[in-house]
């Protein structure tokens, strides 16, 4: 079965970090180039960040440029989105998603909230 289940989302203060996690399954994890996305109540779904299968190319959306690092662990499967100096405006479900994979689609998401 071809997955993607992502966490370590929560509730974090302005100013804060959160490292999201996304493990993958039922697919070769190592060859495909992962990305966040995240979608805000009433909003659009938004690229954040994406990495090559190697980790040798990462690009970030602007909003997130600076403050958002993207990594990943082919031998654990996992791709990660280190975030810090969160702002309320990030508040979203966060996605982690790969392209070409038949039948694999989005997975749950992973909800963070920044409030004070």
């Known amino acids: 079965q071809v997955q993607l289940v992502e966490s370590g989302g929560g509730l974090v203060k302005p100013g804060g970090s959160l490292r999201l996690s996304c493990a993958a399954s039922g697919f070769t994890f190592s060859i495909y180039t992962m990305h966040w996305y995240r979608q805000a109540p009433g909003k659009e779904r938004e690229w954040v960040a994406s990495?090559?299968?190697?980790?040798?190319?990462?690009n970030y959306g602007d909003s997130v440029k600076g403050r958002f690092t993207i990594s990943r662990d082919n031998a654990k499967n996992t791709v990660y989105l280190q975030m810090n100096s969160l702002k309320p405006e990030d508040t979203a479900v966060y996605y982690c998603?790969?392209?070409?994979?038949?039948?694999?689609?989005w997975g749950q998401g992973t909800q963070v909230t920044v409030s004070s």
């Open positions: 998603r790969t392209f070409g994979v038949s039948g694999l689609g």
């Open positions: 990495i090559t299968s190697t980790g040798g190319s990462r």
